[in-house]
């Protein structure tokens, strides 16, 4: 018997913290699709130009991905 209250006890505390936190996420303010955007050039992710900066901050990126061959 006092392995069934401990599984329902368990059970309960992981619904209230999953309740928890969706209610949490949801007002957090972030956007859908804000981590699949690209914020930096590193890691091949800016090879298009980066969003936000100058137009010759962009071109300076470009540029540093071209080889002297």
């Known amino acids: 018997m006092k392995s069934g209250i ?4 368990a059970v309960a ?3 209230v913290g999953f309740a928890g936190g969706w209610a949490v996420s949801a ?3 972030t956007e859908p699709g804000y981590f699949g955007a690209v914020e ?3 890691y091949g992710g800016g090879s ?3 969003e936000g900066i100058s137009e010759e901050m ?3 990126y470009k540029n ?3 080889t002297d061959e």
């Open 6 to 9: 401990w599984f329902l006890l």
């Open 13 to 15: 505390m992981w619904g």
């Open 27 to 29: 007002k957090t303010g």
């Open 40 to 42: 930096a050039a590193g």
């Open 48 to 50: 298009e130009g980066v």
């Open 58 to 60: 962009n071109e300076y």
């Open 64 to 66: 540093l991905l071209k």
